[in-house]
């Protein structure tokens, strides 16, 4: 334990400190000890390794609630866009046991998931595919194989998931009344139900009336790109049940295109579609547009593809709207994987002036920390720069932050992130990667870690 006057671990000294839950925004020197906010303080602090922030923020560590791609390329991407806490919520997995072993002795980042109602449910109806492109997607199950869903979503919960994941988008088989059974799963155990749904308006109403028939709390990922053309109707719709009381949280990401699987059940009915719909379809592994016959062809051998359907303008009106969080539902093949957060600090922020600074940061930082922490005690020290908090810190330079990635290039790392440390340790020094360091804890929702 650190004691005052002594030397400590790590000292960011005389960066601008912004920490959306207190407010403050000042310059101030940061001590670090043990992996934890030791000092904030506007006199000098010693260090056995002092950080010049002159110039720089030096913020909260950014909380990813929507986070594929786990695996080292994707947590080195994560932290050059200054993540330091990236969560598989939306999907999930069906075997949160494995996953959590997968990923033991440390990673870049902190690292959590859920227990995903997709996989589970294949896995309850003998779907050898268990994922969104099964059989088992497009069939309603049984009264025995719901219980036997139920079941495994309480072991997945038992085992440590940060909550349940849904994908009714991907799985049409699955009726409003399995979901509002599964929903209840939550509500029982107090933990929140993320969901990509289905059906725009419609999908919205119906999935807040599940969950609110069962008092479960909601999180909908990625509103633009459910919302689509009638995103402000979409989030009005979210901003109105938050007023009537409901827990319900939202999030979006700062791109016109969306991605998935090509496989998926989305797409079922393509053969009816207008020959011009296909060249909205881009083939990640070779960036081609799509026609009629190329997309068959992919489809039968499936992979990922994105879908360029919406405006600069629908992406602007979902950014600035007051009731969203950031998240990037990065996957690989997709420049969100690389750019989110060095985009919405440089387009959004600092070159189109149309979110404040610290506003920006309360939706990357403390908002999605505080959205688990009921449920998950260790994101109650994430998310804030206070004493005590852990040291997931993000140092960036305001007047140069900015993404790189393009859908040619998606996986070109944003620049700006000078330093980005990970419960105390150095995992971005003056914007190179530290190689050999894995200071990145397991969150789960048995513990603190």
Not at 120 to 148: C, F, K, W
Not at 218 to 240: K, P, W, Y
Not at 316 to 343: E, K, L, N, Q, W
């Amino acid at each position: 334990m650190w004691a005052c006057g002594g030397e400590l671990d790590v000292v960011i000294r005389g960066g601008r400190v912004m920490d959306p839950e207190s407010g403050l925004d000042a310059v101030r020197n940061v001590g670090i000890e043990d992996g934890r906010v030791a000092a904030i303080s506007d006199e000098e602090l010693s260090g056995a390794r002092v950080i010049d922030a002159t110039g720089l923020v030096v913020a909260p560590g950014f909380v990813d609630l929507h986070r594929h791609g786990h695996t080292e390329p994707g947590y080195r991407l994560q932290v050059l866009d200054g993540v330091t806490t990236g969560l598989e919520l939306e999907i999930g997995t069906h075997d949160v046991q494995r996953w959590y072993a997968d990923r033991e002795g440390g990673q870049l980042v902190n690292y959590g998931v859920s227990v995903g109602h997709v996989g589970v449910r294949a896995i309850a109806m003998g779907d050898p595919e268990v994922g969104a492109r099964g059989l088992s997607t497009r069939r309603a199950a049984t009264p025995a194989q719901r219980d036997e869903t139920e079941r495994l979503l309480r072991v997945g919960l038992a085992q440590g998931a940060v909550g349940v994941g849904f994908g009714s988008a991907y799985t049409p088989g699955a009726s409003m009344g399995e979901i509002e059974q599964m929903f209840a799963v939550a509500a029982a155990r107090g933990v929140t139900a993320f969901i990509h749904l289905r059906g725009g308006l419609a999908g919205l109403d119906s999935t807040l009336a599940a969950a609110r028939g069962v008092g479960a709390s909601l999180h909908v990922a990625h509103a633009n790109s459910s919302g689509g053309a009638a995103v402000d109707r979409f989030l009005a719709m979210i901003e109105a049940a938050q007023a009537d009381g409901q827990d319900v949280t939202t999030e979006v990401y700062p791109y016109d295109a969306s991605q998935t699987t090509i496989r998926s059940a989305l797409f079922d009915g393509w053969e009816s579609w207008d020959d011009e719909r296909f060249e909205r379809y881009q083939w990640v592994r070779t960036g081609e547009r799509l026609t009629r016959e190329t997309f068959a062809a992919y489809r039968a051998q499936d992979g990922p593809v994105i879908i360029h359907s919406r405006t600069e303008e629908l992406t602007r009106a979902a950014v600035v709207h007051p009731v969203v969080m950031f998240a990037s539902d990065g996957d690989p093949g997709h420049p969100r994987s690389a750019g989110t957060y060095g985009r919405i600090l440089g387009s959004y922020v600092r070159e189109q002036e149309l979110l404040g600074l610290m506003d920006a940061l309360r939706r990357m930082t403390f908002l999605p920390a505080r959205r688990l922490e009921a449920f998950v005690p260790a994101m109650a020290s994430k998310g804030r720069l206070r004493v005590g908090a852990d040291a997931d810190i993000t140092v960036f330079d305001p007047e140069t932050v900015i993404d790189r990635a393009t859908y040619a290039s998606p996986s070109l790392p944003s620049e700006g992130f000078e330093y980005v440390l990970v419960n105390g340790v150095v995992v971005v020094d003056r914007g190179e990667l530290v190689e050999g360091v894995r200071p990145g804890r397991a969150i789960t929702g048995l513990a603190r870690y």
